[in-house]
């Protein structure tokens, strides 16, 4: 690790790195808790040790410090994980050293990609307030939009021309760059070859997309024109080395801290329902965009919370996405409410027409899931004939089987009987087996440490010079009997750690299950083991090697009485004696040191 990395990591509290990023809850007086962002689980397996600074996950045995937390979750280098923390911590940045010449150029390339995009979304919001601008303020304004909400998601104005973003920008980067920006298309010519560049979005209304952390890194833009010169409603940016569709969630950067507050998301699906209904103070929305959910954008949304609140468009059109998206939601064992908000309205126009108070009472009485599915079934084949309920069944099963959990499955299938009316036998178990068949993932291998071990193990992790004398009593212990050790399950891990000089004990213990055991005795202390306890330990150790001596002689006396063997009998006898003294005497020493 680079000094520069050094730094960052002693002044980064990876607690608050962390918590940047997904939900913690303080669970001891040194550790946090909260879903682990790497697996999928249902109940918290995964820790963060704020004094030590790493975290580690008992599910899928994920551990590391704040840089390879950084690097996984955000899918970038080192280099750029040492890059991001840094600047949450607000340290200056020196010249980047980069592993590989690729990695550089890379990372080179997005960097200059984010420029390319600030001064862009700069320029679409100086368009607006422009000349030019005026048809597109009308229509923003006619849509309610205030200025302070415009400059909120600043949003701007592409005008109509093929080269004026073009000839601004073209200062900043090279031809290339320029066109992995995405912010400009081309024609392939005759040859095969790309055309001059021309910029991509033009009389255009833009709104920017951002990353979790703020960033502008594409943007969508909604045509001014109307008939058959218009195109496109909408049109995006390209997947970009920045940017891809799958990954993102519209307004995340802005609505995390609210969704942890409320403790759920509202889903809306577009990006005007979505900025509509933030500006009037709802602020816990984010937007699909339309399309059906990734399981990226799920595992994003996963780290702030488990609820969400489903505001999708009613009518057929985003009917498909919405099912798809709820569907994907509901195996990832989200609880799941549905608003319906009545006259057919999207978010926008209800918030407008109805105001903001109408709204939030829709969204508070928004009705679980399974209600909601089950009112739909009834509606769609309304009827008491045993064909209709048959129909109203088989369009529940689906949803009943993708709940992850039985009991939710045991209640959907419960209530789905009850207010359907059915009562045929065959159809209830037809809902008990729909409710029992459900594939169970990823479970939490349980390590077992014994009290010794986690005393040693955290006797070894010491670095607080105050408490060294517990550190060196284990290390001298292990290395005066080896023997006395070998047996424990976590005796790698030990053993490492007796030898690992100034090295940090997480980074010391390569090996992931070892080092498991090793998060596992940490992260559940208060404070370093005192020397009585580290001396208890080793003599307790100590005491069952002579104990299994001692059985190991008794068999062998006996034995030799069997065979007549006198002079064998009494050397082991003589041998037995010693043993039983050398035990007498650590009983000794114990209650001395007690
Ligand atoms: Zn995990």
Redesign the pocket.
Known sequence: MSDFAQTVKQQADIVKIVEGYMRLRKAGAQNYTGL?P??K?KTP??SVHAVRQFYH?F??H?SGDVFSFVSKVENVTFPEAVRIVAQKCGIPLPKREFSSPEEAAEAKLRMKLLDLHEAAAAWFEEQLRGPEGTLAREYLAGRGLTPEGIRAFRIGFAPDSFNALRDRLSGMASQETLRASGLFASKEQGDGTQGPIYDRFRKRVVFPIANESGRVIAFTARTLETGDKAGAKYINSPETVLYSKGSVLFNLDKAKTAVRQAGFALLVEGQMDCISVYLRGIQNVIATSGTAFTEHQVALLKRHTSNVAVNFDPDAAGANAAEKSIALLTEEGFAIKIVALDGGLDPDRYVRERGVEAYMAAVRGARRQADYLIERARAAFPGASAEQKVKAMNFLLPHIRRMPEKLARDQFALDAAQKLGIDSAVLREELRQAALRRRDHVETKTTSLTEVERVLLRALAINDPEFEESRRMAAQAIAAEPAHFEHLGSWPALQVLAGRGAADPMDAVGEAAQRALLAEALLAETRPPAETEVRSAIQELEERAIEGQQRELRAQIAEAEQRGDFGGLALLTQQKLKLDLALRNLHRTVADSL
């Open positions: 682990c790497f697996h689980e397996s995964f996950c599910g899928c994920e």
